[in-house]
């Protein structure tokens, strides 16, 4: 698997059917978090996707927590509207662990703290506009992780 895709309590089941889409159509592995907004047998998580769900290869994680210590020796890149660095920068390498925040408020404050100097953003062009739907934010960091790693290779 290319990526490693990571939802901190998803929240909006659309969206996460819509991230597991795009995981099984570009190679890379899900990871969910709970808890979650939405049970994954929700109707509007089908729509949005599961009827590829069986395909999908993801793990289910019962807390931040658990996810950390199975992972905890990982490269991991976190993405937040408090980024100083952006998502062009990160370091692109297969197996990197890409972590998404929670739609309504993101990642939380002591991941962001213990974190920062693996934080990026993918930058805004209006200050009308606070962040990214998390189903587009994934796609754009996703794809261009596959371009440089297969630049790479």
Same mark, same amino acid.
């Given at each position: 698997?290319?990526?490693n ?26 990871h969910?978090?709970?808890?979650f ?14 009827? +590829?769900? /069986? =395909? ?12 950390f210590?199975?992972?905890?020796? &990982? *490269? ?10 952006t ?10 662990f ?26 805004? +062009?209006? /200050? =009308?506009?606070?962040?990214?739907n ?12 596959? &371009? *440089?790693i297969?630049?790479?290779?």
């Open positions: 698997m290319p990526l895709i990571v939802l901190i309590e998803p929240e909006i089941p659309n969206n996460t059917g819509n991230i597991g889409r795009l995981a099984l159509a570009s190679g890379s592995h899900l969910l978090v709970k808890p907004g939405f049970e994954i047998d929700d109707t509007r998580l089908k729509r949005a996707g599961l009827d +590829y769900w /069986q =395909h999908l290869s993801v793990t289910y994680y019962e807390s931040i927590d658990e996810f210590n199975i992972n905890n020796n &990982k *490269k991991m890149v976190f993405l937040s509207s408090h980024g100083n660095k998502h062009w920068d990160i370091p692109f390498e297969d197996h990197l890409l972590i998404f925040g929670k739609e309504s408020v993101g990642l939380p404050k002591h991941i962001l703290n213990k974190y920062s100097k693996q934080l990026y953003k993918i930058p805004l +062009y209006s /200050q =009308h506009v606070r962040s990214l998390l189903a587009n934010a994934v796609s754009i960091v996703v794809y261009e992780g596959l &371009k *440089k297969d630049y790479i290779h």
